[in-house]
């Protein structure tokens, strides 16, 4: 009897034990579950504080284009260095010349009459669009690898100081400056009163284009040399850590990032789509409205793990990716430009592509005597693209086919830029080209 009881009574305090740790498992649960939606409700409560408190910036100037200009690298803030209307009349022939005893690494900037460049003497120059006659200029601590953007009446470019400047674009009297950590050799991107501009302190800045304060900055994982492409809701940089990174404009946070092989170039956004070129031969196509959602990249990171142990079948496939073109060997270097339901893209062996826009697929290509050394630009159906002989190339936008061909006194290095009828491009001998 007492054995029956014993029996019963460890029974019955073994379902205790059991209807307690059940209790316990909710309890831990639900308390689990309170710290998510509490934590989760923080985070988006500070997002969205931080997106609300921050203020409007005091003006909406844009280095957006009119017709006729090239206010600044790649044309506009999304980079599709693409201007509409016709090339027919331009014949290659020269129009005028400036030299410099220096090389030029940017691209002009032709607002109206003007055109502004900075240059390898360490000066930021304006001139006179139709005689090549210096209107200004100037003078800095360095040489300056960064292209000007002209957004009001504003110029604004970035220098080896570290600093981001701000000129008038009338007199070339300095309106602000901003100091970085280190050097900057982006081009800035003017959009809606913000200047967006990368530096090699792994930074992108979002500057206040009236008065210079900054609204915010990301910190990526490597050096920014890339020039930040923008649209209106993201703008999207390479960091040499070699990661595409798409932030939120309002609040300078992460979007999404992607994983490219070396690039030399920087991001163009057209529709949905941003386009990137690398050094490993691929361009690739990705859909920048695609946000990471948090723990994604790590579940990313296991899924790949578990593929090379075995254990799944497939890679997973990395977010917002849409196409990919690839050529074994090559090397792609610049920024693609867009175009005519197009992306053209240029290679160190000395051949331009030109994809199809929405699958990737080769329409045609071009084979340039040497080294492609610049962006491509598009100006109605023409492309032009310049290469390491010295060549400037005119070449049918739709066929593919060499139109004409000008030979400069050195390598090409700007990416050509075309403004009310007229191409300018620079050498890295030092002269500057107004090409008719």
Do not use: C
């Amino acid at each position: 009897m007492d054995e029956v009881a014993t029996g019963e009574t460890a029974a019955a305090r073994r379902i205790g034990f059991l209807a307690g740790a059940g209790r316990r498992r909710v309890i831990l649960w639900a308390v689990a579950v309170a710290i998510v939606i509490v934590t989760g409700g923080w985070i988006g409560y500070a997002n969205l504080v931080s997106a609300r408190s921050l203020p409007p910036p005091s003006s909406d100037i844009s280095s957006a284009p009119v017709a006729g200009d090239w206010p600044m690298v790649q044309r506009e803030p999304a980079h599709s260095a693409f201007a509409a209307g016709g090339a027919a009349e331009l014949a290659g022939n020269v129009k005028w010349r400036f030299e410099i005893d220096a090389p030029i690494f940017s691209s002009p900037a032709a607002v109206g009459d003007r055109l502004y460049v900075s240059t390898g003497d360490k000066r930021i120059l304006a001139l006179d669009a139709v005689s090549g006659d210096l209107l200004w200029e100037h003078t800095v601590l360095g040489p300056v690898n960064s292209s000007p953007a002209v957004a009001g009446d504003l110029v604004y470019v970035g220098l080896r100081d570290g600093r981001v400047l701000a000129l008038n674009r009338e007199t070339g009297e300095k309106r602000w400056d901003f100091q970085t950590a280190d050097l900057v050799y982006s081009s800035p991107a003017v959009y809606q009163g913000v200047v967006y501009i990368g530096s090699w302190d792994s930074r992108l800045y979002a500057l206040d284009a009236i008065t210079g304060e900054e609204r915010w900055n990301y910190l990526t994982g490597g050096h920014i040399t890339s020039d930040p492409a923008v649209n209106q809701e993201v703008t999207a940089v390479i960091s040499q850590d070699w990661y595409l990174n798409l932030i939120d404009l309002a609040t300078g946070k992460h979007r999404l990032d992607f994983k490219l092989a070396s690039a030399s170039g920087s991001p163009t956004i057209h529709g949905r789509l941003v386009f990137v070129a690398d050094e490993r031969g691929v361009v690739r196509a990705i859909d920048w409205q695609e946000r990471e959602a948090r723990f994604e990249k790590a579940s990313r990171r296991l899924k790949t793990q578990l593929f090379a142990f075995g254990l799944t079948d497939s890679l997973p496939s990395s977010k917002g990716f849409v196409w990919g073109f690839r050529r074994p060997g090559e090397r792609f270097v610049g920024t693609p430009a867009v175009a005519n339901e197009t992306v053209y893209a240029g290679s160190a062996s000395g051949n331009l592509y030109a994809l199809e826009e929405f699958t990737g697929e080769l329409v045609w290509s071009f084979a340039g005597e040497s080294r492609i050394t610049t962006s491509p630009s598009v100006l109605g159906q023409t492309v032009f693209v310049g290469d390491e002989s010295g060549r400037l190339y005119s070449i049918d936008a739709i066929t593919g086919e060499l139109r004409w061909e000008f030979v400069a006194d050195d390598s090409i290095s700007s990416t050509p830029v075309v403004a009310n009828n007229t191409l300018y491009v620079a050498s890295q001998g030092g002269t500057l080209y107004a090409i008719e």
